[in-house]
């Protein structure tokens, strides 16, 4: 069974930089897409950023358009979120998740998750 384990998560400084990372355990590693999702204190779970895992192509949405990126890693099995000019409102747990299948996949149905990591923005 797939787990996916984020790290990179930690206290950062506005206006900072920092590079999220989401790992795949299994030896062979295939989803159909990724994306990554954060949940802020009091707040729903949003989605930051999707990523079709066979061609490339990624798509950021709103709380993070033109201050983050995606980018993955084939053969490392590994996603990464990009974030710059980072803001208090950043502040969340980050996780990242996978789906297998077209359905899923755009059916925003993700069937792995990671455990988490914490971002930290401070003033």
């Known amino acids: 069974q797939v787990r996916l384990v984020e790290s990179g998560g930690g206290l950062v400084q506005a206006g900072g930089s920092l590079r999220l990372s989401c790992a795949a355990s299994t030896r062979t590693f295939s989803p159909?897409?990724?994306?990554?999702?954060?949940?802020?204190?009091?707040?729903?779970?949003?989605?930051?950023?999707?990523?079709?895992?066979?061609?490339?192509?990624?798509?950021?949405?709103?709380?993070?358009?033109?201050?983050?990126?995606l980018s993955r890693n084939i053969a490392e099995k590994t996603l990464y979120l990009h974030l710059n000019n980072l803001r208090s409102e950043d502040t969340a747990v980050y996780y990242c998740a996978a789906a297998f299948t077209p359905e899923d996949y755009y059916g925003r149905h993700y069937t792995t998750w990671g455990q988490g990591t914490q971002v930290t923005v401070s003033p």
């Open 32 to 69: 159909y897409g990724m994306s990554w999702f954060r949940q802020a204190p009091g707040k729903e779970r949003e989605q930051v950023g999707t990523i079709d895992w066979t061609n490339g192509g990624t798509w950021m949405l709103d709380p993070v358009r033109g201050r983050g990126s």
